[in-house]
């Protein structure tokens, strides 16, 4: 009999390893979520990074056929006003550009002068200058 009664108490778990068995699985979750966390970060800049390369491309095409940078970036998907669709030659875009995947409008500047148009992200604080801008694309 007493070996009956002993066995049945020794035979579960204690409350010390249910509660260090939860400890682990909750440490492990929140690495995993970090890791979550980070990837879509890096995903949310490499999509910006591309559309701003597909950009700059599209910024290029527009210079060739028309002899100037577009004055702005819906230039590249809409006929600008003033000239004809055989002198525009476009849409250079599949579609019109939107926001940045944090949705903030993208920044477009344009220096005949230097040849050069600079398209930005202002990322994810919506603060244009600061470390986590997307990095300027610069067409020459």
Do not use: H
Request: proline share 6%.
């Amino acid at each position: 009999m007493k070996l009956r009664r002993q066995s049945r108490r020794n035979s579960g778990f204690t409350l010390l390893e249910l509660l260090l068995v939860m400890a682990i699985l909750v440490v492990l979750a929140g690495l995993g979520t970090v890791a979550v966390i980070n990837l879509q970060k890096n995903a949310l800049a490499s999509t910006a990074t591309i559309e701003i390369e597909t950009m700059k491309r599209a910024c290029k095409m527009f210079k060739l056929n028309v002899g100037s940078y577009p004055a702005t970036l819906d230039d590249l998907y809409n006929n600008p006003t003033g000239m004809s669709r055989a002198q525009w030659g476009g849409p250079y875009l599949d579609e019109p550009v939107g926001n940045d995947p944090w949705q903030n409008p993208y920044t477009y500047t344009k220096d005949e002068l230097n040849d050069v148009v600079t398209i930005r992200s202002s990322g994810p604080d919506k603060q244009s200058g600061t470390e986590d801008d997307v990095p300027e694309a610069n067409s020459k």
